[in-house]
């Protein structure tokens, strides 16, 4: 039970510090980040973009 109990909270706090770093970087660049069954969608056009939006096929796949 308590190497459960541990387990837990090992993935709580890499569950937390994964959150702060994305919350870092969201701020830094300004870029946003939208999360959708199946999928996660981080950026878009570029901050401040002058300019019509990318059109399809210019996504970049990120996997884990």
Request: proline share 12%.
């Amino acid at each position: 039970m308590y190497l459960a109990v541990y387990e837990y909270s090992v993935a709580k706090v890499r569950q937390c510090a994964w959150f702060l770093y994305l919350q870092e970087i969201l701020q830094r660049t300004g870029y946003s980040h939208e999360v959708t069954p199946g999928q996660r969608k981080y950026g878009g056009p570029p901050p401040n973009w002058d300019g019509p939006p990318p059109g399809p096929g210019h996504e970049v796949m990120y996997l884990k």
